[in-house]
């Protein structure tokens, strides 16, 4: 029997379990090693916080976020990082104030370290939960295994490569939680009939602004030959709806400005030709010299600063950084972790319906929330 049993070997249960001491625990992992998505995760760098944390990075219950980013904050996570040989460096390159480590590796030999004292179940799927006489039962794909406490932190369905499932909210289901919709986040566009030009340009970047709903992002674009995708895209996907993003295509310069000129027009862009070309056939304006240019050819033109956009759909759950949506955090105690339905049971890391931006957000909501619940063990 353990006193804590930790459905997950990801940020948030290796974090907990790196921190709780004198007691019997255990993890529990599909996987046959721990630490697998930390492992790919900024481009096996790990982008594992924010120098810019705020409530505000977070498609979330803000108030419930702003406590628990609170109680364990960036500066925290990164002063626990160097004490055990992990120095993380911000690196803005993709997204303003991203700390990356040197290597996902120094995250996961830092916690194997630290959890030498925990048993570990590895290959080892979680099947069912039961709860008979004060005691958890898990029911796994090799054994039963009992223990007092359940924590749950086995993330969302992205990355059914690395044994993603729907676990946690088949147990939060169970006893009694409510699930918010889920859907695939951080995650690429498909597009249209009207972008199919988007495909042309695949493997290009541009920088760009995305406005989508009542958010607005600055980084790179980048066309695939799906549709399209990049830190911008990523983000921008985390808030789309089913509504338009818009596109500024030149967000530093006003066009009108470049085009008082008898050069080509896609000389006195300052963007890719490739891109040029493309963008002024979707308008049906040919490349010709700017002087030449109609009211109306420049008015058409004026959409290079809010050119709108409609996405089919996205790239799907295998590309997906994160899962959207999850277990309803009106249902969660804040102060713990703890479900309100269950007594014992708990909830961390990106089960919860709490979704962060692109930019080491969900990793410090993940380790903040092991943090949380620690207080309260």
Same mark, same amino acid.
Request: charge should be positive.
């Given at each position: 029997?353990?006193?804590?049993?930790?459905?997950?070997?990801?940020?948030?249960?290796?974090?907990?379990?790196?921190?709780?001491?004198?007691?019997?625990?255990?993890?529990?992992?599909?996987?046959?090693?721990?630490?697998?998505?930390?492992?790919?995760?900024?481009?096996?760098?790990?982008?594992?916080?924010?120098?810019?944390?705020?409530?505000?990075?977070?498609?979330?219950?803000?108030?419930?976020?702003?406590?628990?980013?609170?109680?364990?904050?960036?500066?925290?996570?990164?002063?626990?990082?160097?004490?055990?040989?992990?120095?993380?460096?911000?690196?803005?390159?993709?997204?303003?104030?991203?700390?990356?480590?040197?290597?996902?590796?120094?995250?996961?030999?830092?916690?194997?370290?630290?959890?030498?004292?925990?048993?570990?179940?590895?290959?080892?799927?979680?099947?069912?939960?039961?709860?008979?006489?004060?005691?958890?039962?898990?029911?796994?794909?090799?054994?039963?295994?009992?223990?007092?406490?359940?924590?749950?932190?086995?993330?969302?369905?992205?990355?059914?490569?690395?044994?993603?499932?729907?676990?946690?909210?088949?147990?939060?289901?169970?006893?009694?939680?409510?699930?918010?919709?889920?859907?695939?986040?951080?995650?690429?566009?498909?597009?249209?009939?009207?972008?199919?030009?988007?495909?042309?340009?695949?493997?290009?970047?541009?920088?760009?602004?995305?406005?989508?709903?009542?958010?607005?992002?600055?980084?790179?674009?980048?066309?695939?030959?799906?549709?399209?995708?990049?830190?911008?895209? &990523?983000? /921008? +996907?985390?808030?789309?709806?089913?509504?338009?993003? #818009?596109?500024? =295509? $030149?967000?530093?310069? @006003?066009?009108?400005?470049?085009?008082?000129?008898?050069? &080509?027009? /896609? +000389?006195?862009?300052?963007?890719?030709?490739?891109? #040029?070309?493309? =963008? $002024?056939?979707?308008? @049906?304006?040919?490349?010709?010299?700017?002087?030449?240019?109609?009211?109306?050819?420049?008015?058409?033109?004026?959409?290079?600063?809010?050119?709108? =956009?409609?996405?089919?759909? @996205?790239?799907?759950?295998?590309?997906?950084?994160?899962?959207?949506?999850?277990?309803?955090?009106?249902?969660?105690?804040?102060?713990?972790?703890?479900?309100?339905?269950?007594? @014992?049971?708990?909830?961390?890391?990106?089960?919860?319906?709490?979704?962060?931006?692109?930019?080491?957000?969900?990793?410090?909501?993940?380790?903040?929330?092991?943090?949380?619940?620690?207080?309260?063990?």
């Amino acid at each position: 029997m353990y006193e804590i049993a930790i459905i997950g070997a990801g940020a948030s249960g290796l974090m907990l379990a790196s921190h709780i001491k004198n007691k019997k625990v255990c993890i529990i992992e599909a996987n046959n090693k721990i630490a697998q998505k930390i492992k790919i995760s900024g481009g096996a760098k790990c982008n594992i916080t924010n120098n810019l944390v705020s409530c505000d990075n977070y498609l979330a219950n803000k108030e419930f976020v702003k406590e628990i980013l609170k109680n364990y904050t960036n500066h925290q996570l990164l002063d626990f990082l160097n004490s055990n040989g992990v120095f993380p460096k911000v690196n803005p390159k993709l997204v303003k104030g991203t700390y990356f480590c040197k290597s996902s590796q120094d995250v996961i030999d830092m916690f194997t370290k630290l959890t030498t004292h925990v048993k570990k179940y590895l290959n080892t799927k979680v099947i069912d939960l039961f709860y008979e006489d004060d005691i958890f039962i898990i029911q796994t794909s090799n054994s039963k295994i009992k223990a007092k406490k359940v924590v749950v932190a086995s993330g969302g369905l992205s990355y059914a490569s690395l044994n993603a499932s729907s676990i946690a909210y088949d147990i939060a289901k169970k006893f009694g939680h409510n699930i918010t919709k889920l859907d695939p986040a951080l995650v690429g566009f498909t597009v249209q009939k009207e972008q199919f030009w988007f495909k042309k340009l695949s493997g290009l970047s541009i920088m760009v602004k995305a406005k989508v709903e009542n958010k607005s992002f600055y980084g790179s674009l980048l066309f695939a030959h799906k549709g399209c995708s990049g830190p911008v895209i &990523l983000n /921008s +996907s985390l808030y789309w709806k089913k509504g338009k993003i #818009v596109f500024d =295509f $030149l967000p530093k310069q @006003n066009y009108k400005n470049l085009l008082k000129s008898n050069a &080509l027009i /896609s +000389s006195r862009l300052p963007l890719p030709k490739r891109f #040029v070309q493309e =963008f $002024l056939n979707s308008i @049906n304006i040919i490349d010709k010299p700017c002087s030449s240019l109609t009211k109306q050819e420049l008015q058409a033109l004026s959409v290079i600063h809010n050119y709108e =956009f409609s996405p089919a759909g @996205n790239f799907g759950y295998t590309k997906a950084e994160v899962t959207k949506g999850g277990v309803c955090t009106d249902e969660i105690d804040v102060n713990s972790m703890e479900s309100l339905k269950q007594k @014992n049971l708990y909830f961390l890391g990106e089960c919860l319906d709490v979704t962060g931006e692109l930019g080491g957000y969900n990793f410090q909501f993940a380790f903040s929330s092991a943090m949380k619940c620690l207080n309260n063990l």
